[in-house]
């Protein structure tokens, strides 16, 4: 069989196929090796990154092949070179790879705006170069120098088939590295770095057809183990601040981007924050607060902070979702007579916004229109902070109270442009622009923050309101390492770059004692914190967090990528470290730690996939029937 092959794709007639395979595996081995940053660990896996393409090759000119012969060769040549192609742009902007729900959300690309320039660049015509190769071989060369090329369709068929072997042996030579790699909950650089970018959409595309029949074959005993992990964790919140705040209005401030590295650092000398510094000596300000995002960024950060539900491994639950049953703080409130509202100056449509605030119960939503967005007030992504900040106060003191209301800034957003005039400090002079950037526009938001603070001290709402700021996620991921190195110091391993997950977290209001708080804690734990404050009872809410400040909490949290850090380690991709000293111990210290972030992770995406929240009255009944029936 093998000599069967080697001399079929060696002879004259054939070597077309030899060369056009050859040279969209060079491509594709280049873009994983070099363009994406998988973590070779060893000798293995470079191998096994270097032989994964060839099954999807097969499978795809095989395809193309079958379908239109030589013209579908080609064709399926460049649909790979696009796909190819779409990845690397969106691993530069997200550090992750496309997902299907991603494509759906096609429209928010637009959005990306200044972003989109930034992530192209003029070399990367050089990944086309080889298709201008592969029409020339397949339709121009002189048949006088090589036989023409006139593949079969039964060649093709051949082809595909030859794709079922070919991903057999890598399959089973990347369990060799990695275990129940298909199984297990998973990341998607782990598949990548086995199974190889083009494989890996096949297995999305499997993944989204099993997740959509999720919802439909749900039923109401799927929620019962979501129920019970749930009651076992439950904890007693801390009943001093029960209350602290009750009937008081709420402002859930979300800081675009911004991380806790940046609280109490300085550039040239100069505090990045000087304003947040000082304010959060007059909150709570939890220094160990991590955001939980994945692909759904802020959206991400809304979901957790309305349902403490977790978002999703891939997607947006905002576009994804938006249709479920949920519970989310906007509709409790609402039922203890509170108005709740958002106010963000982008487009309503972006991320699905408008849709799911129906969902979550969000009486209303300020979005761009509501905005005096002119020219002169815009710059990037849109309306400028300080604008941002003045007209909403303004719309603040004209809503009915109380009210939770949820302000969402824009500017400190990658590609983290200013317009000079805006710019207070200097650019920093790392090896990474975006990095240099970033500065610059954290300090302008802190000005923003200033005057939008003390205004909001000076008006007549302040006596009566809470104020929760928090970080929505990380401005700068983790292909900028060498650069925040650079800038910190010290050298980013995967245990550093899991405490750059932390984000800022103060609370501030008549009632809180200004403190500063090491608990370990995530977005999650938003939703128990307000409502513990506002005191109101929800009865026996489906929640995966916790009062942050309740003295029984476990001290845990567990980022979307299913790493976590508890009070002894953090794991992270599943290595091991001491959370106090960051030195790499035994594995086996973090297994507990993946075990409970997989099953949390797990019995979230159960009710998220499942639209399970529509059986909770049900559920409920039948849960007190059953106790009911245990008491005779
Ligand atoms: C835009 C803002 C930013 O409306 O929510 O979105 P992000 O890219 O951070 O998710
Ligand atoms: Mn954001």
Same mark, same amino acid.
């Given at each position: 069989m093998f000599n069967k092959l080697r001399s079929f794709f060696s002879s004259k007639k054939n070597i077309t196929y030899t060369v056009v395979i050859?040279?969209?595996?060079? @491509?594709?081995?280049? &873009?994983? *090796? #070099?363009?994406?940053?998988? %973590?070779?660990? +060893?000798? %293995? $896996? !470079?191998?096994?990154?270097?032989?994964?393409?060839?099954?999807?090759?097969? /499978? /795809?000119? #095989?395809? =193309?092949?079958?379908?239109? *012969?030589? @013209? =579908?060769? /080609?064709?399926?040549? &460049?649909? *790979?070179? &696009?796909?190819?192609?779409? %990845?690397?742009?969106?691993?530069?902007?997200?550090?992750?790879f496309i997902t299907i729900p991603m494509l759906g959300q096609a429209a928010n690309l637009a959005g990306l705006g200044g972003s989109i320039s930034d992530i192209l660049s003029a070399s990367d015509l050089l990944l086309f170069v080889d298709v201008f190769a592969a029409i020339f071989l397949l339709f121009y060369l002189k048949p006088s120098r090589f036989q023409s090329f006139m593949p079969r369709r039964k060649e093709g068929l051949i082809m595909a088939m030859i794709a079922i072997p070919l991903f057999i042996v890598n399959l089973a030579w990347a369990q060799t590295e990695r275990p129940e790699l298909l199984t297990r909950a998973f990341d998607r650089n782990l598949l990548v770095k086995n199974i190889g970018v083009l494989d890996y959409h096949v297995y999305d595309t499997l993944v989204q057809g099993q997740t959509k029949m999720k919802k439909t074959f749900a039923d109401s005993n799927e929620l019962v183990p979501a129920l019970n992990y749930i009651n076992e964790k439950k904890v007693e919140p801390n009943s001093e601040m029960t209350g602290v705040a009750e009937g008081k209005n709420? &402002?859930?401030? !979300?800081?675009? !981007?911004? $991380?806790?590295?940046?609280?109490? +650092?300085?550039? +040239? *000398?100069?505090?990045?924050?000087?304003?947040? %510094?000082?304010? @959060?000596?007059? =909150?709570?300000?939890f220094s160990n607060f991590y955001h939980q995002v994945k692909q759904g960024r802020t959206s991400d950060s809304e979901f957790l902070l309305d349902n403490s539900l977790y978002g999703l491994n891939r997607g947006a639950a905002f576009f994804t979702h938006a249709g479920n049953e949920y519970e989310a703080t906007p509709e409790v409130l609402g039922e203890n007579g509170y108005t709740s509202t958002v106010m963000h100056a982008n487009d309503g449509t972006f991320w699905n916004r408008n849709t799911m605030y129906d969902s979550l119960g969000y009486d209303e939503f300020f979005d761009k229109e509501d905005y005096d967005v002119t020219e002169d007030k815009s710059f990037g992504w849109g309306y400028l902070d300080e604008y941002f900040f003045s007209d909403s106060l303004d719309k603040m003191e004209e809503l009915d109270q109380p009210f939770y209301n949820k302000m969402i800034t824009l500017t400190n957003h990658h590609p983290f442009t200013l317009p000079e005039e805006k710019k207070l400090i200097e650019e920093g002079d790392t090896s990474s622009g975006t990095l240099n950037r970033y500065f610059q526009t954290i300090r302008y938001q802190d000005e923003a923050l200033k005057q939008f603070v003390e205004d909001f001290k000076a008006s007549d709402l302040y006596d009566d309101t809470v104020l929760v700021i928090y970080g929505d996620h990380f401005g700068i991921s983790e292909n900028h390492q060498k650069a925040m190195g650079e800038y910190l110091d010290k050298d980013i391993n995967d245990y550093e770059q899991f405490q750059l997950q932390r984000v800022p977290l103060l609370m501030i209001g008549e009632g809180i004692e200004p403190k500063e708080y090491d608990t370990l804690g995530g977005q999650i734990d938003l939703r128990p914190t307000i409502m513990n404050m506002l005191g109101v009872q929800d009865e026996n809410p489906v929640q995966f967090g916790q009062d942050l400040f309740s003295e029984e909490r476990d001290e845990m949290v567990i980022t979307r990528d299913g790493n976590f850090a508890n009070e002894d380690y953090v794991g992270v991709n599943e290595a091991c470290y001491d959370r106090e000293t960051g030195e790499e111990v035994e594995a086996d210290l973090c297994t507990p730690g993946f075990d409970e972030a997989e099953e949390e992770l797990g019995l979230s995406d159960s009710i998220v996939y499942g639209d399970l929240l529509r059986y909770l009255d049900e559920t409920e009944m039948i849960e007190e029937k059953s106790s009911n029936n245990t008491d005779k």
């Open positions: 050859a040279m969209f595996w060079l @491509k594709m081995t280049f &873009i994983q *090796g #070099g363009v994406f940053a998988l %973590n070779m660990e +060893n000798i %293995n $896996q !470079s191998a096994i990154l270097a032989f994964n393409p060839l099954s999807s090759i097969f /499978l /795809l000119f #095989g395809l =193309g092949i079958l379908l239109a *012969g030589r @013209k =579908g060769l /080609l064709g399926a040549y &460049i649909i *790979g070179s &696009i796909l190819l192609y779409a %990845n690397v742009l969106f691993y530069r902007e997200y550090n992750d709420v &402002i859930v401030l !979300s800081l675009e !981007s911004t $991380q806790t590295f940046v609280v109490d +650092n300085t550039l +040239n *000398g100069e505090e990045l924050t000087p304003y947040f %510094n000082d304010l @959060k000596e007059e =909150g709570a300000y």
